[in-house]
């Protein structure tokens, strides 16, 4: 289990593309949201897009295997079909909060986590505002959290730093390469 985390606007998204292009073992989990799709989203793609109700139902069924809020809105993790590629051998990557790092990293011991910081604070906003995916009210609140979360992924196995996109995804790929070798190693 592989969870890439990042602020709004670190990258993550476009590396997560990136891995799943380069390495055909990796598959990515799709999330439930409350949050409105973005202009160019898929329901079922991107994300599962779902009413507040629905989620908190999905909730109450135990559905997911970490949800948070994040940025005002919920996203959940659903649990069952992560299992179906853990036995298939795939190695699944979860792009999700901090929050949902810790849970996981908390039920599975051995999932791999990676934080992706952008090169300065500057970028960031630079990005964040470039994408144009988010109202002042939004920006101002995923600006904000990026502090925290920059905090929080002090904690993960380990912190890339996305200044050139290109490194940034081979760094990743080779980390992930690593941690399979070390499995393989690792005696039962
Ligand atoms: P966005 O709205 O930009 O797509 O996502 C906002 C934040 O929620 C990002 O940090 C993203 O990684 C995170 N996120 C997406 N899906 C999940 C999920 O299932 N669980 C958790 N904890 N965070 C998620």
Not at 3 to 25: E, Q, W
Not at 56 to 73: G, P
Not at 114 to 123: A, E, M, N, T
Request: charged fraction near 30%.
């Amino acid at each position: 289990m592989i969870v890439l985390s990042a602020p709004s606007g670190g990258g993550k998204t476009t590396i997560a593309h990136a891995l799943l292009r380069k390495d055909k073992n990796i598959v990515r989990s799709i999330s439930c949201t409350t949050r409105e799709p973005r202009k160019g989203e898929k329901n079922g793609k991107d994300y599962f897009f779902t009413t507040a109700d629905q989620f908190k139902a999905m909730v109450r069924k135990k559905t997911f295997l970490e949800w948070a809020k994040v940025h005002r809105c919920f996203y959940g993790t659903p649990g069952h079909w992560v299992e179906g590629q853990l036995n298939k051998g795939k190695d699944v990557l979860f792009v999700i909060d901090v929050q949902g790092g810790k849970t996981i990293k908390h039920k599975v011991q051995d999932s791999v986590l990676i934080f992706v910081k952008p090169p300065s604070f500057k970028v960031l906003k630079e990005r964040l505002l470039g994408r144009q995916s988010e109202d002042a009210k939004a920006l101002k609140v995923r600006l904000k959290d990026a502090l925290w979360e920059t905090k929080e992924g002090k904690h993960y196995d380990y912190q890339v730093i996305n200044d050139r996109l290109a490194e940034a995804v081979s760094l990743v790929l080779k980390i992930i390469q690593n941690e399979r070798k070390k499995r393989l190693k690792t005696p039962l």
